[in-house]
């Protein structure tokens, strides 16, 4: 991974969010940013 996708990984989980990764050809990977809010609360 590059510098920039793993700060780009840190800025993400800083936020509270979750962080998936896809790995890729030739060592690339994808991030995928998921975002958590609450929807219904009881």
Same mark, same amino acid.
């Given at each position: 991974?590059? =510098?920039?996708?793993?700060?780009?990984?840190?800025? $993400?989980?800083? /936020?509270?969010?979750? *962080?998936?990764?896809? =790995?890729?050809?030739?060592?690339?990977?994808?991030? $995928?940013?998921? /975002?958590?809010?609450? *929807?219904?609360?009881?």
């Amino acid at each position: 991974m590059t =510098p920039e996708v793993i700060k780009a990984i840190q800025s $993400i989980l800083s /936020k509270g969010d979750r *962080v998936e990764l896809i =790995p890729g050809p030739n060592g690339t990977v994808k991030v $995928i940013h998921i /975002k958590r809010k609450t *929807v219904v609360e009881k």
